[in-house]
């Protein structure tokens, strides 16, 4: 019997947890966190995830996260919702992800030496956030050293030398470097510096707005309930559900492109990527 077809409208196989911080006290995290927080949201509200899941469950779900370069998060656990808050030093975390080679996961820093070392697949937990290594380290670690990609640079440091004496003669082979990305590449970081989310209470309530929508509510409901006793409650509520859906659909071609690039070891740049996060949102 052909399996019958989902509605439209029927909800979530799981459940998504609301934002659990405190909505008034949304600080002004730095834009590459509010960007990451919005992207996992809408890819939750993604039929493509959602059919995972079904197929496989959680492990399934964290498992595709993790091809759409979504790593460190448990989402269905919320562990994502820190990210709209002030971001605090977290030593334990840091010595955690170490042992993965992570010198700085923001910019991309690896230690060659553990990396090649590492077993396949290890698994590093933290709290309610879990990590996990390469399938194959060493090889990684071949194909970073055989890589004519401009993006990354791979050296042997002595560091008996003093600390600032190895900074500054960095210095200039980095800026040089830097020089030889395509713009391309170089306008996907700038991008990450910047956020379209500058409102994120609004934007958490869009979210609350599409979610009572799919649970088969109507728009001059869903509006009622979000925006009580504000003007024009069902026009705000199909503003939210329009954007969502935009950004839903814009997520979804985000992830099916970094997926499709994780399956090589090394990212090469090209021309026209897709990049997070949309600069227009309808």
Not at 126 to 154: E, Q, S, T, V, W
Not at 186 to 203: C, E, H, I, M, N
Not at 249 to 262: D, F, G, I, L, T
Request: aromatic content about 8%; hydrophobic content about 35%.
């Amino acid at each position: 019997m052909p399996k019958k077809k989902k509605s439209a409208r029927s909800g979530y196989p799981y459940k998504i947890l609301p934002f659990s911080g405190d909505h008034s006290k949304i600080g002004k995290p730095p834009p590459i966190f509010v960007n990451e927080y919005f992207l996992i949201e809408a890819l939750l509200r993604s039929e493509k995830v959602m059919e995972v899941y079904e197929q496989g469950g959680e492990h399934a779900l964290i498992t595709k996260f993790r091809e759409y370069g979504v790593v460190g998060h448990n989402p269905l656990h919320g562990s994502h919702h820190a990210l709209l808050s002030k971001p605090e030093l977290d030593k334990e975390w840091g010595e955690k992800i170490a042992q993965l080679g992570y010198v700085d996961m923001c910019l991309g820093i690896l230690d060659l030496g553990i990396l090649a070392t590492l077993p396949p697949n290890v698994n590093i937990h933290h709290r309610n956030l879990m990590l996990c290594g390469p399938k194959d380290g060493l090889a990684d670690c071949l194909a970073y050293l055989r890589c004519d990609n401009p993006r990354f640079i791979c050296l042997r440091i002595d560091t008996r030398h003093p600390v600032e004496t190895i900074i500054k003669s960095l210095r200039p082979l980095l800026q040089e470097r830097h020089k030889l990305l395509p713009d391309n590449l170089v306008g996907f970081y700038d991008r990450l510096q910047k956020t379209p989310f500058r409102k994120s209470k609004a934007w958490l309530e869009y979210l609350q707005c599409y979610d009572l929508f799919q649970s088969g509510k109507t728009t001059e409901a869903t509006g009622k309930q979000v925006y009580n006793g504000n003007d024009n409650e069902s026009d705000r509520a199909n503003l939210a559900i329009r954007r969502v859906k935009f950004l839903i659909k814009y997520a979804e071609a985000v992830a099916s492109e970094q997926e499709q690039e994780n399956k090589k070891r090394i990212k090469k740049p090209k021309k026209n990527r897709t990049l997070w996060p949309p600069h227009n949102i309808p």
